[in-house]
């Protein structure tokens, strides 16, 4: 029984995961695009101000550390299981 509970939870997970994915690319779409001239200011995650700190080191980055992270991790699962 655990087995098809393990089943339905990776289910959920994954379309979760796939449901947040489109939101916030549909998010990303309707947000203006960073530039060369106007480098992003505000984390494509959520939102908050990158720190200027983070900018400086990693130019282009769309996305706070945490929310950057987060991304990897989403990325890398995605990767594992195909979803
Ligand atoms: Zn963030």
Redesign the pocket.
């Known amino acids: 029984m655990a087995d098809l509970i393990d089943i339905v939870t990776d289910r959920v997970e994954a379309e979760r995961e796939t449901l947040l994915a489109r939101h916030r690319a549909a998010q990303a779409r309707a947000r203006p695009r960073p530039t060369a001239a106007t480098p992003a200011t505000a ?6 101000p ?1 720190p200027p700190a983070r900018r400086q080191a990693r130019p282009g980055s769309t ?6 992270a987060a991304h990897e991790v989403r990325q890398a699962r995605r990767h594992r299981t195909g979803v």
Do not use: E, L, N, Y
């Not at 984390?43 to 908050?48: D, L, P, R, V, Y």
């Open positions: 984390c494509a995650g959520c939102g908050q990158i996305r706070c550390a945490a929310c950057q």
